[in-house]
Nanobody
């Protein structure tokens, strides 16, 4: 069974950093793209960053370019999201998910399965 588990969320001051981890099991890691999404209360999940299957190419939302970095450790089946210069608007729940990446413009939560349970990030002002 394909499973993803997020960890690394917590409380951080504005301008600080966190590193989120997404541990995958039950599938061949490099056959899928892995994306990070976030979701604020009452809003839909939005894409944050993706790393594509075996080629390692990355893509980011404009709002996090230059501050967030997505990377992978294929030997551990783990994807990371390094978040620097955090802002209060980053106070959301972050999810990772596996799927097919066909371009940022077509990124959709409905094309990704499975999902992790989410890890909450709180950025204080």
């Amino acid at each position: 069974e394909m499973q993803l588990v997020e960890s690394g969320g917590g409380l951080v001051q504005s301008g600080g950093s966190l590193r989120l981890s997404c541990a995958a099991s039950g599938f061949t890691f490099n056959d899928y793209a892995i994306c990070w999404f976030h979701q604020a209360p009452g809003k839909e999940r939005e894409g944050v960053a993706c790393i594509s299957d075996s080629d390692g190419n990355t893509a980011y939302a404009d709002s996090v370019k230059g501050r967030f970095t997505i990377s992978s450790d294929n030997t551990e089946n783990t994807v990371y999201l390094q978040m620097n210069s955090l802002r209060p608007e980053s106070t959301t729940v972050y999810f990772c998910a596996a799927g097919a990446y066909t371009g940022w413009e077509t990124l959709s939560v409905y094309e990704y399965d499975p999902w992790g349970q989410g890890t909450k990030v709180t950025v204080s002002s």
